[in-house]
């Protein structure tokens, strides 16, 4: 039975999936970026550790601010901003957060920006796809309804989702696709990118437009106020943002001689 809590240990504390599998994910890719042979030459193993805590950190915070911009009239109170495991995650936020504070950590300790970068850009699509399960189980991101022969069913009232009706799985789209975007990124795109930026460019690309692809069968859509931008969804527009500025950045980079 899906539910988004997998164990209560006392009170309010519980062991939740969504949290399972994002810790799961954040640890595999851990685990292969510091035995990726081109680590030990990009940073060494202590600020290696230090990166990942403040991306975790990081992305936490920047999900949970964009989710809040988002769905700020549904609030009943600010300390509803805190509350994590009620739901409520953007994983776009997250990745925009990343992108902002560790490029300042980095060059506050003399390591290469974008040579890393690429290195977190590889594997960042299986930590995303192993979170989205997560999703999955706990109802959150939930899809539009459809009469389609693998649709799901929420029963449980441990879910975000509505219940007892038929919904699009966009959890797994997206888990799925986001897989899909790692086999490519690490066994085509690695091997024919030359300069240093250029494969996170590539990932923020594929990472941006699947999400604006699969918002079309989401149920938990999000839209600015104006009217005029009422045609894509928050997420959507933010999308169009992300896969221009990567293009952009894209030539910048192939034009680009320095290993920065």
Not at 55 to 67: C, E, K, Q, W, Y
Not at 204 to 222: H, K, P, T, V, Y
Request: hydrophobic share 50%; charged share 10%; with cysteine.
């Amino acid at each position: 039975m899906l539910s988004r809590t997998l164990l209560h240990i006392y009170g309010p504390f519980c062991i939740y999936s969504y949290g399972l599998m994002i810790a799961i994910g954040a640890m595999l890719t851990f685990y292969l970026i510091k035995r990726n042979p081109k680590r030990a030459s990009i940073i060494p193993n202590e600020i290696l550790l230090n990166v990942f805590s403040l991306s975790i950190l990081a992305g936490i915070v920047g999900g949970r601010i964009l989710h809040t911009i988002g769905s700020y009239d549904r609030l009943s109170s600010w300390f509803d901003i805190c509350a994590l495991h009620e739901g409520g995650f953007s994983i776009l936020g997250s990745v925009l957060a990343i992108l902002l504070v560790i490029p300042w950590y980095l060059r506050k300790n003399n390591i290469k920006v974008m040579p890393f970068l690429d290195l977190l850009a590889l594997y960042a699509p299986l930590l995303q796809s192993i979170s989205r399960i997560g999703c999955y189980f706990a109802g959150c991101c939930f899809g539009a309804t459809t009469t389609l022969p693998w649709a799901i069913t929420y029963i449980t009232t441990d879910t975000l989702a509505p219940r007892y009706c038929a919904l699009h799985p966009t959890q797994l789209y997206a888990s799925l696709s986001l897989l899909l975007i790692f086999l490519f990124l690490y066994f085509f795109v690695q091997h024919w990118v030359k300069k240093p930026g250029q494969l996170t460019c590539v990932y923020l690309a594929c990472a941006a437009g699947q999400r604006f692809l699969i918002d079309f069968w989401r149920a938990d859509q999000e839209f600015f106020s104006a009217p005029s931008l009422q045609t894509f969804s928050m997420h959507q527009w933010i999308a169009l943002g992300i896969i221009i500025s990567a293009a952009i950045s894209f030539i910048i980079f192939s034009r680009n001689d320095k290993n920065s």
